[in-house]
């Protein structure tokens, strides 16, 4: 996740150096190298008091192992469990995109 969040205050950044030094839209697309050193770390100074907002959040999203909820992780759907559940196939598990809403502040200050 620390990877994301900081693309995400890399972006913010690139973003404001548009803006602010280049006098452009906010939605145009920057440079990568168009800040020099002292610059970007000013600017990713500010993305990051922006992002640690509190109302802001930062929505990390993965594919997980979770328990079938089919067959409660048993692998087997029939009473007498001699058939494999259709759902997980006998594995007990199926894979799921799970959306965990994280605090931006809480992100920033694991950094």
Same mark, same amino acid.
């Given at each position: ?26 939605n ?7 800040m020099d ?12 008091e922006?992002?640690s ?6 929505i990390d =999203?993965?594919i997980? /192992?979770?328990? $079938?909820?089919n067959?409660? *992780?048993? !692998?087997?759907? =029939?009473y007498?469990? /001699?058939?494999? $559940?259709?759902?997980c196939? *006998?594995? !007990?598990v ?15 200050r694991?950094?």
């Open positions: 996740m620390n990877n994301k969040v900081e693309a995400l205050v890399e972006f913010v950044a690139r973003h404001l150096a548009c803006v602010f030094d280049n006098d452009e839209e906010w145009a697309i920057p440079d990568k190298d168009s050193a002292k610059t970007k770390w000013e600017y990713l100074q500010d993305a990051r922006i992002l907002y509190p109302d802001l959040a930062f =999203s993965d997980h /192992s979770v328990l $079938c909820g067959c409660d *992780g048993s !692998g087997k759907y =029939s007498d469990a /001699s058939q494999d $559940c259709p759902y196939h *006998g594995q !007990g199926v894979k799921q995109k799970i959306e965990s809403i994280i605090p931006l502040t809480e992100a920033l694991e950094e």
